[in-house]
């Protein structure tokens, strides 16, 4: 089973540009089937989906996101990163990398998360 560990700052000013990255261990993240799932969870509410990047290096993104949500990956340092612009203080939230074996077929296997504060 793949370990995920989020990284990226805990503090954002409205506006700017947000960056986490999960580092995975365990096993490539261009393993076959699995594919790598970005989810927050806001304050006192349920849980978002944001996107995913498959193991193949398509990307699928929650559409109610519009264009400031972006994925990449670096296959030598293993790991994929989420970027997302233009952040308001609606963008406050846990945010879990997640590994799955097939878009929407479950998590296998969760990060710790991460808490992102947007606030000036």
């Known amino acids: 089973q793949v370990q995920l560990q989020e990284s990226g700052p805990g503090l954002v000013r409205p506006s700017q540009t947000l960056s986490l990255t999960c580092m995975v261990s365990?096993?490539?993240?261009?393993?076959?089937?699995?594919?790598w799932t970005w989810i927050r969870q806001f304050p006192e509410k349920g849980l978002e989906w944001v996107g995913a990047m498959r193991w193949s290096g398509s990307i699928y993104l929650n559409p109610l996101l519009g264009s400031r949500i972006s994925i990449s990956r670096d296959t030598s340092k293993n790991q994929v990163t989420l970027q997302m612009t233009s952040t308001t203080l609606e963008d406050t939230a846990m945010y879990y990398c997640?590994?799955?074996?097939?878009?929407?077929?479950?998590?296998?296997?969760w990060g710790k998360g991460i808490l992102v504060t947007v606030s000036s």
């Open positions: 997640a590994a799955e074996e097939g878009l929407g077929a479950g998590i296998s296997s």
């Open positions: 365990g096993g490539s993240i261009t393993m076959d089937t699995l594919y």
